[in-house]
């Protein structure tokens, strides 16, 4: 006997049920059942009672069995939306957050020549690149990341929101002519301590680690690139870094001690101190 067809009510119900762990539960439903209706949330809601056949209902179950083990829900739908661009997404990259708008909006925020030439260090997905030359068409951005397959989802990225941005396959600086110079450096580089509980925790558990951790308990890479940005910095260029909430005055004194001026941090929507900038004047 056929078992009787659940209406986008009935699925988005037990889904929620089965998601209680998640704080957005019923959200999740709603995104990875629109996907697999290859329908918008607002069809979910103006046609509760239409039945889902066999086969979606069958898909639907795969992914909210996936989302039940912790999978985030950017990689199942496969993108994500940041700085109101549509990014495709995969376990390849971070997942872009919020928070990184902040990095975007400090850039955007700078007394920069009209051609500004900016770089996103690390830049995974490509979403600060991509967020600044919508804003900024006219400045030359290049995105620079070591991961290969971050590198292709990012250019695809580009060529799909046709945004012309140069994606570079590098160890950071290290595939740029000696010759390169910025106006504005930014990156989101990893700084979580190795030992931090919050990576055996909800999307984290999924993403690259890689892009997560660094050493000196989270400060290393953020050392690293205050350390040596100047030397491919305009006089005058600014470096804009994203750090966790607790390093910021840390990060600050870093700044200080190589020399940079106008030191300052900046809060994100949960009031904590989330950015840090400099200008290098030396």
């Not at 209680?20 to 949330?41: C, F, G, I, T, Y």
Request: charged fraction near 20%.
């Amino acid at each position: 006997m056929t078992a009787a067809l659940l209406s986008i009510a009935e699925l988005i119900q037990q889904a929620q049920r089965r998601l209680w762990q998640s704080d957005s539960a019923r959200l999740d439903s709603e995104l990875l059942l629109a996907k697999v209706l290859d329908k918008p949330r607002s069809y979910l809601l103006t046609w509760p009672e239409r039945a889902v056949s066999a086969a979606q209902q069958q898909a639907f179950e795969q992914l909210i069995s996936a989302r039940e083990q912790g999978q985030p829900v950017a990689y199942l739908l496969g993108q994500r939306e940041f700085w109101s661009l549509t990014l495709e997404v995969n376990d390849s990259t971070l997942i872009p957050r919020p928070e990184t708008e902040h990095l975007v909006e400090a850039t955007l925020a700078l007394d920069l020549p009209e051609q500004a030439q900016v770089a996103d260090l690390g830049c995974g997905s490509g979403a600060i690149a991509l967020a600044l030359k919508s804003e900024r068409p006219q400045w030359q951005v290049i995105g620079l990341e070591r991961d290969a397959g971050a590198v292709a989802l990012a250019q695809r990225n580009a060529e799909r929101l046709q945004l012309d941005i140069k994606v570079l396959q590098s160890d950071w600086f290290s595939q740029l002519p000696a010759q390169q110079r910025f106006h504005a450096i930014v990156s989101n580089p990893p700084y979580i301590d190795a030992n931090d509980p919050h990576l055996q925790q909800g999307d984290v558990r999924f993403e690259p680690r890689s892009a997560l951790v660094a050493e000196q308990h989270g400060l290393a890479d953020l050392a690293w690139l205050i350390a040596q940005a100047p030397q491919l910095l305009h006089h005058g260029g600014w470096l804009l870094l994203e750090h966790g909430w607790q390093q910021a005055e840390a990060v600050r004194q870093l700044f200080l001690q190589r020399g940079y001026q106008q030191v300052s941090s900046q809060r994100d929507y949960a009031k904590l101190e989330r950015i840090t900038l400099a200008q290098w004047v030396g």
